[in-house]
Nanobody
Framework: QVQLVESGGGLVQAGGSLGLFCAAS????????MGWYRQAPGKQRELVAT???????NYADSVKGRFTISRDNAKNTVYLQMNSLKPEDTAVYYC??????????????WGPGTQVTVSS
């Protein structure tokens, strides 16, 4: 059984910082891309940042220069450092990983989500 577990969300004032951590566990053969997505109330889920196993990153324009994604391939973890947070960053943040597991050659996995709230 494969799962993603997130931690690190919370409440912060505008201009502050938070870090989000996600760990993948289970019968994993390999992980391709890992990333973070978010969904604000009444809005669709959107990409925040992704990172490949080779370290290639991709960011949403709205977070470029403020957020940094990193991963530890040996530990199957991904981290999102969020600086200069804005109220519009308020959302549930979801960890995502594209993995090859004992059950499937390629599948998209999601964590349960962690709330990030930025007060003005």
């Amino acid at each position: 059984q494969v799962q993603l577990v997130e931690s690190g969300g919370g409440l912060v004032q505008a201009g502050g910082s938070l870090g989000l951590f996600c760990a993948a566990s289970g019968s994993i053969f390999s992980i391709n891309a890992m990333g973070w997505y978010r969904q604000a109330p009444g809005k669709q889920r959107e990409l925040v940042a992704t990172i490949t196993s080779g370290g290639i990153t991709n960011y949403a324009d709205s977070v470029k220069g403020r957020f940094t994604i990193s991963r530890d391939n040996a530990k199957n973890t991904v981290y999102l450092q969020m600086n200069s947070l804005k109220p519009e960053d308020t959302a549930v943040y979801y960890c995502n990983a594209v993995m090859r597991t004992i059950a499937t050659p390629r599948a998209n996995y999601w964590g349960p989500g962690t709330q990030v709230t930025v007060s003005s």
